[in-house]
Structure formats: C-alpha cells, structure tokens
C-alpha cells in the first residue's frame, strides 16, 4: 500500500521527442520535486522510469512555443491556465523495472510506452531506490532527493573508467574519494600524477593501507624514481631532447660500444664517452659529440636517470596506494618515463607477477592527445584495448575529451561526466559515451561544482549525483583562494612599508 501513498500526478501523454513523457501534478501532491528526480509509472508488465528533466510553468511557454508544441504540449499549456498549482512535468524514459524469473531487474529501456490505464505517476519506493542508486559498496555520493550513491567494486572496475571534466569540476576530488573507498577493499592502486596534488590523498589513507609515493628527478623527501639507462637508446634519448641526427648518430656510436663492452654504465659514463670524442674526433664529428653531450648533461641534471628502476612488484601490491609525483618535469619526459613504466606493468600483469591493478592517469590527453603520436600514446592504446582481459583496469581523467585519442576514450565503457560547457568536448562526450542522449549533454553546462553523471554497461539508469563533500584524505588539488591571499599579502608589505614622519 505504499505505493499508493507514493501517488504525485499523473501521465498527460508524450511530448514531442517520443522518449519524453509529459506529467501533470499539482504542487500540494509532490513537495519539491530535486532536479534529476526519477518518478515511476507501473503498467500491467512494468515499472517505467521517468527522470524529471524540466518543469513548465506558464510562464515558460511563450506564443511562440504554444505554435510550435505538440497537441499534449497544448493540453498541458491549458491545464497550467486553468490551476495556478498545477505543473506539468517534462519527463525522460530513462529505464524500467521488471519481473523476470522471479525476481525484479532493472533495465535501460522499457519495452514500450503504452501508459496505463490509471495514468498514475509515483515517487520511487525504498526498494526501486535502492536498486537504481545504492549498486555497491563504493560510497561516492547522493542524489538531490537524498538518496544514497554506491557503486560497485567488480561493475566499476572490470571496464575502463573515464572521468570528464571541465576545470574546477571535481574530477580529483572525485578520483581521491575513489582511491579512499577502493582502499577499503585493499586494490593495488597506481596514480599517475603530473601536478603532485594526490601526495596529501595518499599520505592521509588510514594506516592500514600501504603506500608508495616516488618522486622523479630531485623531489625531495619521496622514493627516487629513476630510469635505467641502460635501457634507453640514443633515440629515445634524441625523441625527448630533440637532439639532430648528427648528435643521436654518435650518440647511438657510443652506447653500442659500451653494451658490447657488456659494461654497467652510467649516464656520466656516456657522457664521459662523448667528451673522449669530443677531444679526439674529426671537426665535424666532435661538434655532434659536443651537441649530444650537452643535451646529456642537461638531462642528467634533473637527477632522472640512474643504474636502477624500482621494482614493479614492489610499487604494485594489494592494499598499496602508489603515486608517481611528476611535477615540474618536462611532458615530453613525463612521456617517455610513463611509457617505460606502463609497458613493464603491462608485461608483469601478463605474466601474473603482480595483482589486478587499477592504473589511474590523470590530465590523460598529456599521454594520449588526439591527432598526434607521442611516446606513450601507443602503450596507452595498447592498456584500453588489451589491459582489461589481463586486469589492469585505466581510470583516465581529463579535462578535454576532445584532445584525448578516441581509441582510449572509445574503450572506457563506464564513464563519469561532470560538469562541461566547451561544444567541442560535448561532442565528444555525445560520441563516446553510449547512453549520453541529447537531454544529457544539455545538462552537464549547467551542472554544479561535484556534480556527477556516471554511465555505463553497470548502470542501466545512469545517476545523477552529487559526489560527497567529506573525504577522509586530504585534497591537494586546492583552488586558489585569491582574496584572502590578497588580503594576508597586503597586510604583510603595508607592515614593511616606509612610513615618512609627520613632519621633516
Ligand atoms: N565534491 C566536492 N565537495 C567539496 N569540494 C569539492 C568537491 N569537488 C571538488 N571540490 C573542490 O573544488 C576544487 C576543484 O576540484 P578538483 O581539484 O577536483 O578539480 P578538477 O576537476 O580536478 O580540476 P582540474 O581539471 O583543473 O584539475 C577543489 O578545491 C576541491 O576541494
Ligand atoms: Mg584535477
């Protein structure tokens, strides 16, 4: 009998998009109806799902609109002018649910529209609720009518995962939260982080969880993240210093000499090499050497290359939280180093050396942009198209979907959209993301800050939440707070400023 209870209006019929599904209801029936509110209609075979996407006053209907409605957008315009409580509904089919072999499921489309006799429209009860929202044990969110979001670990995780976003959104605050609740289930987590904002994250997860936090180059008071070069040759080398040929020719020269040599070397050694050449060669030839060396001796500086690498093993371990810091590095480098990384990772997965694993790269259209090849763009591809079958599961965030390479954002089938205004990167959300219909993608500019879309194979209703505000890591991705900077800064110098006495 709840559910009559439940009762707020009723079916007026379809709008003019057939998915759309007009509903009359009267202010005292249904409360505050919160945005994205899902509604149910139960025909003889099914509960149809109706998410509330608009509501028309009369005075949202101009002349013009009355012209071009449909004849049930003219009935409702009617029914608005006779009762000043009365509203009707723009809703969107958005699923249903259903009885199959004994046991209700949850579906992304119903079998049909054809309304029900009684035209009733209801509010979700607790059950339906809980089916569409609370999918797991991943608590991320609520919804505006306060309904708790959870995901699922296993239907998160075995497809690809993209998080998009413009800047500010969210994207990794939302990423945090996902590393904290998944660090409840002790995954093996590895971050990708190219702006040192998900140090804090990993230093204040609960003790139980490991962590490993690498620095590249000199960044102090982190794990050493070195390259071995011994496994760089001189074009690798020459792809990230844009070196000419001349130089990476000699270059090449010198490394085979020393492998032949079988020796351990360092990259003082190959720089010890050019500077034998540089003394002891041709005009030309020394000049190459001299322009390799060089180029050498600036890289060797930002203290990245050594006779080591970290173990995979070592970085990748269940109930461990890894962060690869990159900051203040080059983004050819960050490229070069990731791909080195990814591509060991991907052979110690095939190999079951190391567990399932999930691989989150943030600003990901730096490793894959769209249209162009970079170092990492390959094993990138690679990791979406093969990773899943081997359990390596990507999380790739970005803020411009539209510079990301399509084959990587095509295979992360779950996808969390945020909020976006840019009409390039909604094309491209439209493009990839499978249930992001029309009505979706004019939503998500208006989206607020932490609001979140998540779609994908499991979720057959995509929700529409807003991701939760209390995190117990700390963000390090902190927006700006200019005026009290600018406050405290004033006060600061106006302290320090000379005054001149009253009088000379
Ligand atoms: N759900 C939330 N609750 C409270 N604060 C939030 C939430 N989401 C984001 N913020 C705050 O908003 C700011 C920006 O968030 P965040 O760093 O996640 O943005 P972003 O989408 O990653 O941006 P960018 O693309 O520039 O990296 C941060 O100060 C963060 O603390
Ligand atoms: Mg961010």
Known sequence: ????????????????????????????????????TILAHDTSYETILLQVVDKITLSDVSEQDLFLMSENERLAFKILEKSPVTYVLKTLIVGSIRLEENQKNIFGSPNSFVADKSRDVRKLSKEEKKMIYDRGSLEVGITFDDSKVTLPVNGLLQ?????????????????????????????????????????????????????????L??????????LDVKNISAYDFKHFTGMGDGSTSILDQVIREMKKRNQRYSMDDIIAQLNNKVN??????????????????????TGF?????????????????????????????QQFIITNLLQRIFDARRKEEIPPVVLIVEEAHRFAPSGQNVSSS?????????????????????????????????QCVTNIVMKIKNPADL?????????????????????????????????????????????????????????SIWKEETKRTDSETYEFPDEL
């Open 1 to 36: 009998m709840e559910e009559k209870n439940l009762i707020i209006g009723s079916v007026l019929g379809q709008a003019s998009k057939s998915e759309e599904i007009l509903v009359v209801t009267s202010l005292d029936k249904s409360g505050k109806l919160k945005k994205a």
């Open 159 to 215: 497809r690809h995962l993209s998080i998009i976003g413009m800047t500010g959104c969210g994207k990794s605050f939302l990423i945090g939260l996902l590393c904290e609740e998944l660090a409840k289930h002790n995954a093996a987590i590895l971050l990708l982080d190219p702006h040192n904002e998900y140090l804090p994250m990993a230093q204040s997860l609960p003790k139980k969880t490991k962590r490993m936090l690498y620095g």
């Open 217 to 226: 180059g000199t960044a102090a008071g982190l794990n050493k993240f070195t």
């Open 280 to 301: 002891n060669s041709s005009k030309s030839e020394a000049t190459a050497a001299s322009w390799a060396r060089n180029y050498l001796q600036n890289l060797a500086s």
């Open 305 to 333: 290359f050594g006779t080591s690498e970290p173990k995979i093993g070592e970085m990748i371990q269940a109930n461990q939280v890894s962060v690869i810091a990159m900051s203040g590095i080059k983004e050819k480098i």
């Open 378 to 410: 390959d094993i990138l591809r690679t990791l979406a198209t093969e990773g899943r079958k081997f359990g390596i599961c990507l999380f790739v965030a970005s803020q411009r979907p539209n510079r990301l390479d399509s084959t990587v954002l095509s």
């Open 427 to 483: 094309a491209s959300v439209r493009e990839s993301a499978e249930n992001a219909t029309e009505d979706v993608i004019n939503q998500l500019p208006k989206f607020e800050r932490g609001e979140a879309l998540v779609m994908g194979e499991s979720f057959p209703v995509s929700i529409r939440f807003m991701v939760k505000s209390e995190r117990k890591t700390k963000h390090g991705g902190k927006s700006v707070d200019y005026k």
